[in-house]
């Protein structure tokens, strides 16, 4: 059985028993510790029972629903970014690693 989900405007293909990293945007809270231990998402696309047979959403399926353990808090790889200006002795480089939250998928109801 799987699905695929809409999570903050990506789409993912998902199945129990994956483990993958999502987005955790700046509105989210990112620096605090208080995510919860569940997560459930609500916008799935479609859901598939493994057999052949599919359930297609317009644009969701109705009733269906992912549920997720939270694992932990991680930082992406570090994304360098450099900023020169020829002849005039101006250089800038820094740095960025994006946080993402490892879950693991837990069931799928459709």
């Known amino acids: 059985m799987y699905a695929v989900i809409e999570d903050r405007g990506t789409q993912i ?30 916008k799935v696309l479609l ?5 052949g047979k599919a359930t297609v959403g317009t ?10 353990d939270v694992l932990d808090r991680i930082l992406g790889d570090k ?4 900023m020169y200006k020829r002849r ?6 820094s740095g960025h690693r994006q946080p993402y939250l490892r879950v693991k998928i837990t069931g799928i109801k459709g």
Do not use: H, N, R, W
Not at 88 to 93: A, C, H
């Open 13 to 42: 293909k998902v199945s129990e028993g994956d483990v993958l990293d999502i987005d955790v945007m700046a509105g989210d809270d990112a620096k605090d510790d208080k995510q919860p231990a569940k997560l459930t998402f609500d």
């Open 47 to 51: 859901v598939s029972d493994g057999s």
């Open 59 to 68: 644009p969701y399926v109705k009733g269906a629903s992912v549920t997720a």
């Open 79 to 82: 994304t360098i970014a450099v």
């Open 88 to 93: 005039k002795g101006q250089k800038k480089k």
